[in-house]
């Protein structure tokens, strides 16, 4: 959804369009890459969304060409180091702590249990995604209830190339097919919307044009059901979700995901692998729209 940028210094726009919280990630320039500054002030919209009685529907979106290219491995506003307040969990700071314990704190906080938190919100919440939706882009828009797509979205996880299964929060398996989870992981390629759309990942495919109507009509459709109605439905269906095992799923692979970060820093470069943004690249045979400003 495009608007002008209102502040360098605040990675996420708060914009109510009458029932409908508009909540858009402004990093355009890094392609949406996330970083924690952004986490936590995607986790005040999404609060600031819940509190406010008139809205009744959330829409995410992203500024720019992209949705988001993901978790923050490479941008001069990366801050994977420093403190923040911990809202999603109990773990304690990760900042001055070492190995396995700083990494297993800080993405029990901003991954795993900020996507949990978000996917509770009780009313619904459309994603709108353009361009690129690639490994923690994923993550965002799989917490959303339902995903509108351009023509020229693409979904990815290529983490593999890391030595790791998938991102934080694995919900390949319950957003599409096991076996078409298993090629999307083993091969790394992109899916496009079409495909997307095919496997039930994504509801709607709008040309990249009318990405924002489409987006928005069906928001506001949605939020001509009344409140109560709405959150009840959605938290049943989360249920019967996690009784098809999305949550235990969940924690056992973040176990198995944090012992493939373990793995490398003990056999190679660091805990990625030796596989920093530039290697990502290269292995995918993409390129940054803005040489070494991109996310992988």
């Known amino acids: 959804?495009?608007?002008a940028r209102t502040t360098s210094a605040e990675p996420v726009r708060y914009e109510r369009r009458g029932p409908v919280a508009v909540v858009t990630m402004d990093r355009p320039e890094?392609?949406?890459a996330q970083n924690s500054a952004m986490t936590y002030a995607l986790d005040r919209a999404f609060y600031r969304a819940a509190d406010d009685g008139e809205v009744k529907v959330v829409v995410l979106a992203g500024a720019g060409e992209h949705f988001s290219a993901g978790h923050d491995i490479g941008t001069p506003e990366r801050?994977?180091?420093l403190s923040f307040e911990r809202r999603a969990g109990l773990w304690w700071d990760h900042s001055d702590k070492e190995g396995a314990e700083s990494r297993f704190a800080r993405e029990s906080e901003v991954y795993l249990g900020m996507c949990r938190r978000w996917r509770e919100l009780p009313k619904p919440v459309v994603a709108s995604v353009q361009g690129a939706c690639v490994a923690g882009g994923l993550m965002l828009a799989w917490v959303c209830d339902l995903i509108v797509a351009s023509e020229d979205a693409f979904f990815a996880d290529p983490v593999v190339r890391m030595g790791i299964p998938g991102v934080e929060y694995f919900a390949h398996p319950w957003v599409m097919p096991p076996r078409i989870a298993k090629e999307f992981l083993y091969t790394g390629d992109r899916m496009s919307a079409r495909r997307?759309?095919?496997?039930?990942?994504v509801n709607r495919v709008a040309p990249r044009a009318e990405l924002e109507a489409v987006t928005m009509e069906l928001a506001h459709r949605i939020a001509e059901m009344p409140r109560m109605g709405l959150a009840l439905t959605k938290r049943a269906v989360n249920q019967a979700e996690d009784l098809q095992g999305l949550h235990t799923g969940m924690d056992a692979v973040f176990g198995l995901h944090h012992l493939?970060?373990?793995?490398?820093?003990?056999?190679a470069r660091d805990a990625l692998g030796g596989m920093d943004i530039h290697a990502m690249l290269r292995r995918s045979g993409g390129r940054p729209p803005c040489p070494g400003k991109a996310d992988a």
């Not at 997307?196 to 990942?201: L, R, S, T």
């Not at 493939?260 to 003990?266: S, V």
């Open 260 to 267: 493939a970060h373990a793995h490398n820093a003990e056999t």
């Open 196 to 201: 997307a759309h095919q496997v039930g990942m």
């Open 79 to 81: 801050d994977a180091h």
């Open 1 to 3: 959804m495009s608007a």
């Open 30 to 32: 890094y392609r949406n």
